[in-house]
């Protein structure tokens, strides 16, 4: 069986604990119950698509492959603008 966690406080929920389950979209999301009486409004659910480019082609990255999208989580962003990243330029004699 699926372990039930609180979306909220991260508690991994026991058999017999009480929850509210919302349902978004083809998603599920669980609270407990001590986080729904704090606040029963549902908050930070919806899941960010990412685009990028590979092979010539910007698409949602969790379309690629397993493979392009371990790739994607190897990459590094550089900062050209960053001060510390700007090579010196050496000066002419």
């Not at 372990?3 to 406080?9: A, F, G, T, Y």
């Not at 009486?37 to 899941?47: A, E, W």
């Not at 510390?84 to 002419?92: A, I, V, W």
């Amino acid at each position: 069986m699926k372990k039930l966690v609180c979306h909220d406080c991260k508690k991994e929920l026991e058999k017999g604990d009480e929850y509210v389950l919302y349902e978004v979209v083809s998603d599920k999301f669980i609270k407990c119950k001590k986080c729904y009486k704090k606040d029963p409004i549902l908050k930070n659910f919806k899941k960010a698509e990412v685009y990028s480019r590979v092979v010539g082609y910007i698409r949602p990255v969790d379309q690629w492959n397993k493979g392009k999208q371990a790739e994607f989580g190897d990459r590094k962003e550089y900062d050209v603008a960053c001060k510390p990243c700007k090579t010196k330029k050496g000066k002419k004699k």
